[in-house]
């Protein structure tokens, strides 16, 4: 799917419709000193198998992709809810 690199949309901070960039959400690195990660680590400690059972096929073929939104005015971000795609692709908007 097409989606434009520039959208004009609500922003919160300015209290009015600005243009926002747009920009597909990653995910961060996951920090190994959190308190989850290190309660994973403890339950995955240990002899044998894994903590949970491995699953042998997934129900859904694609993952939701989130969009960042930043303000060209203020530079606040927000995320607009992820659609289900194989694939987005952020284009230039048509002059016309």
Known sequence: MKHPK????????????TQHTVALYKAGKRRGLAEGERRYARKKRGYGSKRKPEQKRTAKVTKKQVLKLTCKKCG???????????????VEPVKG
């Open 6 to 17: 520039v959208v004009n949309t609500y922003c919160p901070k300015c209290k009015s419709h």
């Open 76 to 90: 606040y971000t927000m995320h607009r809810r992820g659609v289900r795609l194989k694939k987005l692709e952020l």
